[in-house]
């Protein structure tokens, strides 16, 4: 995205730096708010360090959390706080001590004022430039009304504001509607992280920008996860950002047949349906095409939700297919998903770094296998379809052919059924059907849909041997194979149905 404010400081998470449209606007007072256990301790910390790296003082004012504790979650990341200098304003033990009328944390005049000055001589006296203030529900505990909490931050941002700090106010959300718009209003931009805790998987966290004064930034929500080293951010695709030159050669199967059925090839930047019953090959013939590409010296990732590495391998080679050759030769790449792990957002991340070359060269080609486990496993996400085709176009302004498997319910004719209707996403949709002929089920494969130029229509035989995949001439001797029951055209009938085609 493009900056348009000169003067940018990074927060030390690159991609965060991207939502914000290239960083934060520094000597600004920002709200970091989010339920416990969202991140926000986490992602001040990494904030903090980006400062100290380069050379600046920087200041974590804690009033709720012990010096030790910082420490010990610093430490569960592989963090140093070394140059972070860290104050504790919590209550004593001997403040403890229900005869002391004047400790810190009792809702009164003269704690609050004990508190605030606290802060406000720590910052004269260390002249950081980044601070952290954790958390602004003990100074409204303190505060007690919302008039009284509401001056005392905006005192606290005027104070700031003379002193060349760039400050983080960290809030819980404990605060009513009412008092947390009073805070976003007053912060010059807002930062709200979510946790989120599906009824079956781990929970999931998200952040968005609600508020960023006189800059452009990434809207929506974005996916994240906190690992060790830190919080790591899937920022939204928007597809329009990606848009590259790139050669539209097709691209071929190594099969006559099938590229005669597609109209000479698939187009580079096109996406793929395809669409059939279990077991019938529709991921083989996925594999065919990266198995193809790789022997170009192109290269190709599987991404995988319902088999294991192993168990992929293990069945092209019985088939002939060398996809375990191109594996161990770095051309094909197999991710096993576990869904209910993983946002559509790290998903959506992981595919783009594949395409843009982040760990390995950049692939050609992305297979999602099957899109019944993307979109099955996340049934509480609401809008995977949309995300599923700002994906696509992304993928389609690289120049990158994605393969969409889907698994119908059912076997034969009128009975198949799809549960998610994805076929309006796919510039090109193959079809794939069992049939019964005289005692024996064979498969039949046919292209139903190409957007992106001719196609041959006829329906063919479909079949997978040790010698890899075959498909036949036309079946023009049959009526109503897609049915599952073909019926035999005798001569004249099979010359006029003929014609008539």
């Not at 970091?32 to 926000?40: I, W």
């Not at 002391?100 to 003269?110: E, G, K, L, R, V």
């Not at 928007?238 to 047949?257: D, F, L, R, V």
């Not at 080679?317 to 957002?345: C, M, N, T, Y």
């Amino acid at each position: 995205m493009q900056q348009t404010t000169p003067n940018l400081i990074k927060t030390g998470i690159s991609e965060l730096d991207d939502v914000l449209g290239g960083g934060l606007t520094s000597n600004r007072v920002y709200l970091v708010h989010g339920t416990p256990g969202s991140g926000k301790t986490t992602l001040s910390l990494q904030f903090l360090l980006e400062g100290a790296r380069h050379g600046e003082k920087v200041l974590y004012v804690t009033l709720s959390e012990t010096r030790n504790e910082l420490i010990d979650v610093a430490k569960s990341h592989g963090l140093d706080l070394a140059g972070i200098e860290i104050f504790e304003l919590i209550a004593a033990e001997e403040e403890l001590d229900p005869n002391n009328q004047y400790t810190m944390f009792q809702p009164s005049d003269i704690e609050l004022n004990v508190t605030t000055r606290s802060i406000l001589d720590t910052v004269d006296k260390l002249k950081p430039t980044r601070i952290v203030i954790d958390s602004l529900s003990e100074i409204k505990l303190l505060a007690q009304t919302a008039l009284r909490f509401r001056r005392q931050v905006l005192a606290l941002k005027q104070f700031f504001a003379g002193r060349s700090c760039t400050v983080f106010f960290l809030d819980d959300k404990t605060a009513t509607l009412d008092d947390n718009l009073q805070l976003e209003s007053i912060a010059h931009g807002v930062l709200s992280l979510e946790q989120l805790s599906p009824e079956y998987g781990a929970e999931r966290r998200r952040l968005r920008v609600t508020k960023l004064r006189g800059q452009r930034y990434r809207g929506g929500y974005h996916d994240f996860t906190i690992v060790k080293g830190g919080l790591k951010i899937f920022p939204r695709i928007i597809a329009a950002e990606h848009e590259t030159k790139y050669n539209p050669t097709p691209m071929h199967s190594g099969i006559a047949e099938m590229d005669k059925l597609v109209g000479g090839g698939i187009e580079a930047g096109s996406s793929v349906l395809l669409l059939g019953p279990a077991g019938i090959g529709k991921s083989t013939l996925s594999i065919q095409y990266a198995v193809k590409a790789a022997e170009r010296g192109e290269s190709s990732i599987i991404f995988a939700f319902d088999e294991r590495t192993e168990t992929m391998m293990m069945r092209a080679e019985g088939l002939g297919i060398q996809l375990r050759k191109h594996v161990e030769a770095g051309l094909i790449h197999i991710r096993s998903i576990d869904p209910a792990e993983l946002s559509p957002g790290e998903f959506a991340h992981n595919i783009r770094m594949a395409v843009e070359g982040t760990e390995h060269a950049p692939v050609k080609i992305v297979v999602i296998d099957s899109l019944n486990g993307y979109l099955n496993a996340m049934p509480e996400e609401r809008f995977l379809n949309a995300q599923l085709h700002e994906l696509l176009t992304y993928l389609g302004h690289r120049g990158v052919i994605t393969f969409l498997v889907i698994a119908q319910h059912g076997l034969l004719g009128n009975s198949m059924k799809t549960t998610i209707d994805t076929s309006y996403l796919a510039d090109t949709v193959i079809l794939f059907r069992y049939f019964e002929v005289q005692g024996v089920v064979k498969q039949l494969i046919s292209v139903v849909k190409k957007r992106t130029g001719h196609h041959e229509r006829t329906i063919r035989e479909f079949s997978l041997s040790r010698k890899g995949i075959a498909i036949g001439e036309p079946l023009e001797q049959f009526q109503g194979v897609l049915t599952g029951t073909p019926f035999i055209l005798n001569e004249n009938r099979r010359g006029k149905a003929s014609n008539d085609a």
